[in-house]
């Protein structure tokens, strides 16, 4: 029997889930910048796009994106998704899918019909969790360049 998996807005008693969460995921544990990342999310995104997900009554999982309009010559609006995270405990068992069916109907409700994000391509896990979940490579190019510090 699989357990259900809750999907709720972030609010700002999640900010040690969220931490915990990209620690036992990457390694890293970043407090300040998502303390700055939950202050955008109250401030200046749109509620439904800073979501959790609680299995056993606790954060097992979170996305959060943002929408916007006329970005890189895109007509209209759109959606990106800017990071996703599941606890490493809860990996497999359709949270990722649930954070991200929700992310996308909520766009949807909100008359987007296209969401992006970018994947890394040393990460083929999340290249085939996004093509597994209906995205498909876009048109657009990602370009980049490396800029030297200054003293």
């Known amino acids: 029997m ?6 709720r807005d972030v609010s700002k008693d999640d900010l040690s889930a969220l931490v915990n ?6 390694g890293v ?8 990342r939950m202050e955008l999310s109250e401030a200046i995104r749109p ?16 996305i959060f994106g943002r929408a916007g ?4 010559g895109l007509p209209g609006t759109v959606a990106w998704i800017e990071v996703i995270g599941v606890d490493p405990a ?3 068992k359709g949270v990722a899918a649930e954070l991200m069916d929700r992310f996308t109907s909520s766009a949807n409700d909100h008359g987007i019909r296209t969401v ?10 999340m290249e085939k969790f996004f093509a597994k979940s209906g995205f498909t490579q876009g048109e657009m190019l990602h370009f980049k360049k490396e800029v030297a510090a200054t003293a």
């Open 2 to 7: 699989t357990k259900p998996i809750y999907i």
């Open 21 to 26: 969460i990209e620690d036992r995921t990457t």
């Open 29 to 36: 544990s970043r407090l300040e910048y998502w303390k700055k």
């Open 47 to 62: 509620h439904w796009t800073s979501l959790v997900a609680e299995m056993d009554n606790r954060v097992v999982g979170f």
């Open 69 to 72: 309009e006329l970005e890189f």
């Open 90 to 92: 809860y990996r497999h």
């Open 116 to 125: 992006f994000t970018l994947v890394s391509k040393d990460n083929p896990e």
